[in-house]
C-alpha cells in the first residue's frame, strides 16, 4: 500500500512529516510520501480551467443545494487561481465536499488512481456536505474518497463546540466585544486555530482515510476510538487525545490484520 | 470684534449657486464615480484622486462615512483587525490593541479623518444625490450613472415628476454597502448574477471581501460589503478593516483598469 500525503499549505502547525511517520509506525507494510501540494504538478494553462472548476463547488447557501448550473464569477474565478498558485492565504469560502473531491481527483497521478494508493490531501478548504433529510448542507472535517481531504479549518469549524460557547459568543459580539476572549474561558474545551494539538488530531484523521480504503468504512462508534466520527468538539478531543486506547478492540484487530497479512 | 463683511443674501445665494453648478458640470465627465461615500468608497476615491483622476462621490445621505462613525450597536468605537491598523496609521488616527490583532479607535475621529483624506486628495462630492441607474456603451461596458437627488427619490413619484440626470464616466465603483445597488442594476438587466450573502462564517468574511475586489462588469467595479453581496460570502461583524483595504484594492484595480485602457 502506497499512502501520499498532500498539503495545500493547510496550516502552520500542521506537521505532515509527523503524521507520516505516524502512519509508517501503525502500518508497517506502507509506504508513506510527502508530497506538497495537490497543485504542484498543474501545467500553468491549466491554472484557469481548473480554478473554474474549483468555483463552481462553492455552496452559495446552506439551505440550497448546489445547481450544477451555477456559473461563477470572473472574481471567484481569480480568487481560485490564486489560491491554486499560492498566492493567498485567505480563506473562508465554503465548498461542496463531494465536488471538491471530484475536482481534485483530476490533479492526483492518472497511473496512482488506483488500488494500493491512498491519497490524503490536507487542506485549510472548508467543505459541508448536503443532507436530504433536513435540506441543508452539513460543515465537515473530511471527505473520504480519491482523494481523500481533510479540512484543518473543519476540525476546528465542523464538529460544534459546547452550546454555552456559542450563546456567549452572540452576546459578546452583540457588545461588540472580541469573543477570542472566550478561549480561555472554556480551557482547552476545543480545537482552534494555531492550535498545538493539530497534527496529533489529524493523525486519526488520516487513519480514517486509510480504513476507508481498506474496508470501506472510515468510522467506528466507539467514542474512545481515533475512528469515531465526532460532530462535538469534545467528543473530537476525547477521540483523538484522551482516550484510554488508540483503536477500539475491533479496528486494533483488523490493523494487526492488515499488518499480518 | 472684527466685523464679517457686508454680504448680502443674493451675493451668498450667488455663490451657492454659481461654484455648486461650476462643479457638477465639470464632473458631469470624470474618470472615476464612487456610489457610496462610506470607508470603502472613501478609501477607494482617496487613492484614485491622489494620483491625479477625477473622481466624484455620489452619497444619498447628507452626511459622509457611512457606517463608519459607529461602531456596532450604536457605539462609537470602530474596530479593524490587523493589517488594516496600517490605514489608521496613514490617516493619523490614535487607536488603542484591545486584543493581539484588534485595535480600536473612536469612530469619529477615524470617520472624520478619512472623510478629510479623501476631500485633500480632491474628491468631489455630490451628497443628498441617489443613484438611480446606470449608462450602458460599448457592450454594455458600464459607462455612467443615472442620479437624482435623494429627496425627490423618497416622495411617491406620482407627484415628483422629476425626471433623473446622467453624468458619464470610465469607470463606476459600487460601494453600497449591502444593497449593492449598482450591481443589482446590473442584475436587473441579465448583465451580473449575484450570489446574495453566504449564511455562514463571519470570522473569515474580512479576507474573503478584500480578495474578492475588483471588476464585477465591464466599467464596474464592486468594493466594501457589496463585495459579500456579489459573491454570496458570509455577513460581516462590526468590524471596518476589510472596508478600507477593500477600497483600496478598487483603487488599484481601477487604476489598472483605466491604464489599460489608455493602452489598449
Known sequence: MNIVIYDEGAAEELNTSEIAQYLEERLAKAGVEVRGSPFDRVPADAVGNLAGEIARTKVDRIDRNLSPKTEPLAAEIEYEKRRILGRTQAFGVIYDGFDLVRVFSTVMPGEELRAGFIHIVFTNRLFATWDDRNRRYHLRTSVYGRPSLISTTGLVEAPARPREYYRLKQQYERLGRDPAGLKEKFGNGFLDYDDARLTEVAKGYAMQAVFYHLTGDPFCEDRGCRLYNAHWQEELIFAQLKGSYEFCPKHAELLKKFIND | ?264
Open chain 2, 1 to 264: 470684534m472684527e466685523k464679517f463683511s457686508a454680504v448680502g443674501e443674493k451675493e451668498i445665494t450667488r455663490a451657492i449657486v454659481s461654484g455648486f453648478a461650476k462643479q457638477f458640470q465639470e464632473y458631469v465627465e470624470s474618470d472615476c464615480v464612487i456610489v457610496g461615500a462610506g470607508p470603502s468608497g472613501l478609501m477607494a476615491g482617496r487613492d484614485l484622486a491622489r494620483q491625479g483622476l477625477k473622481v466624484l462621490i455620489v452619497e444619498r445621505n447628507n452626511y459622509l462615512g457611512g457606517g463608519f462613525w459607529i461602531g456596532g450597536y450604536l457605539m462609537n468605537k470602530v474596530t479593524v483587525r490587523h493589517p488594516a491598523e496600517r490605514v489608521l496609521d496613514e490617516l493619523g488616527v490614535p487607536y488603542e490593541e484591545v486584543s493581539p490583532g484588534l485595535l480600536m479607535a473612536d469612530g469619529p475621529h477615524a470617520c472624520s479623518k478619512l472623510i478629510a483624506a479623501a476631500c485633500d486628495a480632491g474628491v468631489k462630492f455630490a451628497n443628498m444625490t441617489v443613484f438611480e441607474d446606470v449608462v450602458l456603451r460599448e457592450d454594455s461596458r458600464v459607462s455612467g450613472v443615472v442620479i437624482n437627488w435623494t429627496p425627490v427619490a423618497a416622495l411617491p413619484r406620482e407627484i415628483t415628476c422629476v425626471d433623473p440626470v446622467a453624468m458619464e464616466t470610465r469607470m463606476v465603483i459600487d460601494a453600497t454597502g449591502h444593497d449593492a445597488q449598482v450591481v443589482r442594476k446590473l442584475e436587473e438587466r441579465g448583465l451580473v448574477k449575484t450570489k446574495g450573502f453566504g449564511a455562514m462564517w463571519v470570522e473569515r468574511s474580512e479576507d474573503l471581501v478584500v480578495e474578492h475586489t475588483g471588476e464585477v462588469h465591464p466599467g464596474l467595479i464592486v468594493a466594501g460589503m457589496a463585495v459579500s453581496t456579489t459573491y454570496g460570502l458570509p455577513r460581516m461583524g462590526p468590524t471596518f478593516g476589510a472596508m478600507l483595504l477593500s477600497g483600496e484594492v478598487a483603487a488599484k484595480v481601477a487604476l489598472g483598469k483605466l491604464a489599460s485602457r489608455l493602452t489598449g
